[in-house]
């Protein structure tokens, strides 16, 4: 506990406090089929660019947060996106 200010800086004291990441699942809008995962590094909004794996930027057109199946803690995460090409 830190007496100057009076508030505990316990278990993360001196250390970064890791943030969750968001696996996601990148789908095709023209398509309706998955181009990739991604791990955003926080919750994507849509209008965020980001670069595929084969190398096209593209910017998030939608994005869909579903419910958690029973019993399970990982939320699906739907980014849709529209190639190029």
Avoid: H
């Amino acid at each position: 506990m830190d007496k100057s200010i009076g508030v505990s800086t316990a278990p993360f004291e001196g250390r970064y406090r890791p943030a969750m990441s968001i696996k996601a699942t990148i789908m095709n809008a023209a398509t309706g089929k998955p181009i990739q995962t991604f791990l955003f590094g926080r919750r994507p909004y849509a209008g965020t660019d980001f670069t595929l794996e084969t190398g096209e930027r593209v910017s998030a057109l939608r994005v869909d947060i579903g419910k958690p199946a029973p019993g399970q803690f990982a939320t699906p995460v739907d980014v849709w996106v529209t190639l190029k090409s």
